[in-house]
């Protein structure tokens, strides 16, 4: 099978993690993975951040935990990288640019024997005070919204088996 498929096809979402780091050149790779995402008229409309400062990260899980409403929850299971994907708001189709981005990173960071999962609420997360404040000390003007995080790391657990894919999945139209 094509590696690129084997990829797409074999990648899941990981749910616990080791606290070992990605080393900075893999890390890169699977960023610049993100920047070459289709989007909207090729815009370039998004922005990524990423965060591998553990109080950083706690904090910004700490708010993702106050936006379902569970203060204890552990929303990044343990994942030192934290990747923060904005989309300009001023365009018509930042979501789905935001949201091409985050497929980019989780499929490069496989290929590369990374682990990695979208964990929502970036948005809430980041029209809150404190996450504006926060996004622009990163130097991301206010007219990016929140899309995604995009968690990255080494997996602590057995590689999930995939979910069978339904029956009416695909229709070809002839």
Known sequence: MNETLKNLIERRSIKKYKNDKIDTGLLNQILEAGTYAANGRGIQGTSIVAI?????????EIMNAKVIGNPDAKPF????????????????????????????????????????????????????????????????????????????GYRDCDFP????RKNDFVRIIL
């Not at 591998?52 to 706690?58: D, M, S, T």
Request: charged share 20%.
């Open 161 to 164: 088996s995939p979910k069978p």
């Open 52 to 60: 591998q400062n553990a109080e950083l990260v706690k904090k910004l």
């Open 77 to 152: 299971y343990n994942a030192p990288t934290v990747v923060v994907v904005f989309g300009d708001s001023s365009t018509t189709t930042f979501v789905e640019d935001g949201s091409l981005v985050i497929g980019n990173l989780m499929n490069a960071a496989y290929a590369l024997g990374v682990d990695s999962c979208w964990i929502h609420r970036a948005k809430q997360v980041f029209e809150s005070e404190e996450g504006r404040k926060l996004a622009r000390e990163w130097g991301v003007d206010d007219k990016y919204a929140g899309i995604g995080f995009c968690i990255l």
